[in-house]
C-alpha cells in the first residue's frame, strides 16, 4: 500500500489510473483541474480531490492532510494538439509552468517521492518509419509535442541536478471508456447521427500504436519501480501499428453489429495540422519488466462502441 | 536603418549589442530588468530603457511608442550556472517563461519581425570532444543549459507552427570590458589582493572557445539575415579551443607586464557543478556568412586586465 498523489486525475486517463491504484489497496489523491463533486472522485477511487494550480502552495497542502507521499503520477497538462495550436501560451502552462511548480514542491519538500512523469508519442513527431525507440531524436511537430518535450527535459533536469527520481512514461493513442474526444469519439457522434457515412480529416493512412486505457494504467503502474538516476523513458505501447482506416472500420463494423448498417468511410486526403504519419512505439523496454497487452484491439472497439451508446442513452 | 528591439540590454553583452547597432545608425530599444539611468543607456546607444518583465504589455508599450520593431535580439535570461542550480526556478521564468511571452507578443502583434533568440554552447553539455556542429544531440548538463534549450526549442515550436522568422545564435565564452564575473573576472580580483597568486576550481584543462564581445555582437548583427523557416542555429565561435589554464597565464602575463610579478598557479582539480569539459563551436555556417573574426586572443586579455585596473581605480 502506498500514498499516492495524481496531477489530472480528472482527466480520461487519471481516472482509470486512480480506480487501477485504488482497487490494487492504495491511497490516492488528486490534485489539478475539474469540478468534480466528493462522492463522484470517490468512485473513481479518490479519498481526496482539490480542484486547482499545480502549485506549491496546494501541493504543500496536500501534504500536511495527508503526509508525503510515495508516489506522484503527473498528467496534468494541455491535452489536445489543435488547442496547444489555438493557443499555445494556455497549453504551455498547463504542462511546463506546472511541471516547474511540481518538481520545485519535489526538490524543496519531497525529494524521497517518486515521479511517474506522463508524456506522449507527439515528442517524436514526424519523420519516423516504423517502431520508435526511447533513444530516438525527438522531432516535436506541434507545440503540444514540444511542451510535452519541455516537460520530460524539466524532469531529466531537476533529476540530474537533485537527484529526484523519476522515471517518464511515453503514452501513444489511449483508447477506453470515458474519451469524449479524438477519433473514436468523432466516429460514434457520426454515427450515432447518419449511421451510413463516416467523414473523417487525414488520409485513413495514418499509422498509430493503440492502447486500451485498462492496460495502460497497469503499464505506469509497473514503470514505477524503474524511478532512478538517471532517469529512464519508456515507451508505453505495444509495438504495433494499426491505421487510421482500420480503427474506423472497426468501429463502424461493431457499430453495425447491432444495427445491420455498413457505413461508408470517407477521408479529406488533407493532413490535419500537427498530425504525424506514423508513431508506433518499439515497446522492449516495457516488455523487459514482463509486462503484458492483455486487450485485443477489435474487443476493445467493441468495448468502446457499447459505453458510447450506453452513455448517449444516459444523456437523451 | 532599422528599429531593434534588445531585451537584456542592460547585461554584459546587451549593452556592447546596443552600442554596436546604435553605431551602425540603428534605432535600438532595450527592455528587461535593471536600474539603468537615462543618460548612462544613451551612452550605449539606446533612445529608450524599459526597466520591467519581458511581458505582453511593456512590449505592446514599446511597440506603441517606437512602431513595430524590424528586429528583435532576445538576450533576456538567466546569466549564470551557479546561480540556475541554487535557484532552479529563477533561472526558468528569466529564461523560458520570458521567450514565451515574447513569442505570444511576436505570434499575435509583431509577426513580420525576425527575432534573433541568443543561446549558449551550454545546450550542448558534456560528452563532447571536439568541434562541436549545431546538429550535434544537445546534451545539457545542468538546469541553466536546459533551459536555453528549452528557450530554444520553443523559438523553434513558435516559428514551425506560426511561421515566425528566427534564427538561433549560440553563444560560447564570452568575454571582454565590462564583464564582472565569472573566470577573468575572478582571477583579476585575486591578483589584485594577491599578485603572486591565483587559486582556482577546476581542472585547468578544461577547454574553452574563447570569444570578444566586441566581436561577438559583429557576428550577431551578421547572422540576423539568416532569420528564415524553417530557423537555423548558428554558433558563435571561433572554432578553436583554449584551456583555462592557458587563459590564466594570459591573464597573468598582462598583469604582470606592468608589476614584474609572476602569479603562481592552483587548481583544485575539482569540477564544478554543470562545468562540461568542452566546449568549441564548429564555425563553418558563420564563417559561410562570410564573418570574420579579429580581436586576437592575448591581445583581448590585455585589455580586459587593463579594463578591470581602470575600473578598480575608478573604485578605490
Redesign the interface.
Known amino acids: 500500500m502506498a500514498r499516492i498523489l495524481i496531477t489530472g486525475a480528472h482527466g480520461f486517463i487519471g481516472r482509470h489510473l486512480a480506480k487501477s491504484l485504488a482497487l490494487a489497496g492504495n491511497v490516492v489523491i488528486g490534485l489539478g483541474h475539474g469540478n468534480w463533486p466528493p462522492l463522484h472522485a470517490q468512485r473513481w477511487g479518490l479519498v481526496y480531490w482539490l480542484n486547482g494550480e499545480i502549485d506549491i502552495p496546494n501541493l504543500r497542502s496536500i501534504q500536511k492532510q495527508f503526509g508525503t507521499v510515495d508516489i506522484v503520477y503527473h498528467l496534468a497538462g494541455g491535452s489536445s494538439v489543435g488547442a496547444a495550436?489555438a493557443n499555445?501560451?494556455e497549453d504551455?502552462h498547463r504542462t511546463?509552468?506546472s511541471t516547474?511548480e511540481l518538481?520545485?514542491w519535489l526538490?524543496q519538500e519531497a525529494s524521497k517521492s517518486i515521479l511517474v512523469a506522463v508524456s506522449s508519442a507527439a515528442v517524436y513527431g514526424a519523420g519516423h518509419i516504423g517502431q520508435i525507440a526511447e533513444t530516438a531524436?525527438p522531432n516535436?511537430?506541434?507545440?503540444y509535442g514540444?511542451?510535452k518535450?519541455?516537460m520530460e527535459?524539466?524532469c531529466?533536469?531537476?533529476s540530474?541536478?537533485y537527484q529526484l527520481k523519476v522515471v517518464i512514461g511515453r503514452l501513444f493513442s489511449v483508447y477506453g471508456e470515458g474519451l469524449r474526444k479524438q477519433l473514436l469519439w468523432d466516429v460514434c457522434s457520426q454515427l450515432e447521427v447518419h449511421p451510413d457515412q463516416i467523414l473523417l480529416g487525414g488520409s485513413g493512412n495514418e499509422l498509430r500504436d493503440w492502447t486500451a486505457v485498462t492496460d495502460v494504467v497497469r503499464a505506469l503502474s509497473f514503470i514505477h519501480t524503474e524511478a532512478n538516476l538517471p532517469p529512464k523513458v519508456i515507451n508505453i505501447g505495444t509495438g504495433r501499428g494499426t491505421n487510421v482506416r482500420t480503427i474506423v472500420e472497426g468501429v463502424g463494423q461493431a457499430w453495425a453489429a447491432d444495427t445491420n448498417l455498413s457505413p461508408e468511410i470517407e477521408f479529406s486526403g488533407k493532413a490535419r495540422?500537427?498530425d504525424p504519419q506514423s508513431l508506433i512505439a518499439q515497446s522492449d523496454q516495457l516488455a523487459a519488466l514482463g509486462f503484458e497487452w492483455q486487450k485485443d484491439l477489435m474487443e476493445g472497439l467493441a468495448d468502446y462502441v457499447r459505453w458510447f451508446r450506453s452513455e448517449s442513452g444516459a444523456r437523451s
Open positions: 495550436i499555445p501560451r504551455f511546463v509552468s516547474v518538481l520545485e526538490r531524436r516535436p511537430f506541434s507545440p514540444h511542451h518535450h519541455i527535459s524539466l531529466i533536469s531537476y540530474e541536478s495540422a500537427g
